[in-house]
């Protein structure tokens, strides 16, 4: 891991993201030089958080994707949510909490980007800059979302309908993943995946 570079995409795409919400100063723009690191050209496989650890640190794909994934009962991988680029991962079930989330978080897609930033150092910084108000609600409230539309989703018992309401409420994830790894976020087949996928494209 680095600290991220003034000049660097890495750097501008953070800044670019926060400043979407809120008026960013130099104050702001030095604090992240100092506090946010980046790993760059992650490879398929390369594991950043194993379930369990007590570590607190948010990831935040930049470019690639990242699975939080588990094992099942019989031994079989499934992928429980998904972040593409702008989307972060947490390693607790929230900000404010110390309970550790389910799951590894493992790099899904070779090249893949992460910018890694601590609990405390984004909680230190919000004692003098209220502004930090507005990243925590950002990095809080995406992964949130996701995962409790991917639990509506997944409750349904049709496998088939589970692929076209993924590809209904979720189209970034449905389009941005391989379909071995549809069936493994969705709990089915890839015969069912594939099935899904040829019923999509007939309707176009």
Request: hydrophobic share 40%.
């Amino acid at each position: 891991m680095f600290h991220l570079r003034r000049n660097s995409s890495a750097f501008k795409f953070f800044i670019t993201l926060w400043s979407k919400h809120c008026d960013l100063q130099d104050i702001h723009l030095l604090w992240a030089l100092k506090h946010v690191l980046v790993s760059k050209n992650l490879q398929k496989g390369d594991v950043l958080y194993f379930a369990g650890d007590s570590v607190k640190t948010i990831f935040l794909v930049t470019k690639g994707a990242l699975g939080r994934t588990t094992i099942d009962d019989k031994d079989n991988r499934l992928i429980l949510n998904v972040a593409f680029a702008g989307m972060p991962f947490m390693t607790t079930k929230h900000l404010y909490s110390s309970t550790p989330i389910q799951g590894d978080i493992e790099v899904l897609h070779p090249g893949t980007e992460v910018l890694t930033l601590s609990y405390a150092s984004l909680f230190k910084f919000r004692e003098d800059e209220r502004c930090v108000d507005t990243l925590i609600s950002i990095l809080g409230n995406k992964e949130k979302t996701q995962r409790d539309l991917l639990h509506i989703i997944n409750r349904n018992k049709s496998p088939f309908k589970r692929g076209l309401l993924l590809a209904e409420q979720l189209p970034e994830i449905f389009y941005g993943l391989f379909q071995y790894e549809i069936a493994q976020l969705l709990d089915t087949s890839r015969t069912t995946v594939q099935s899904v996928c040829r019923h999509l494209a007939r309707k176009k």
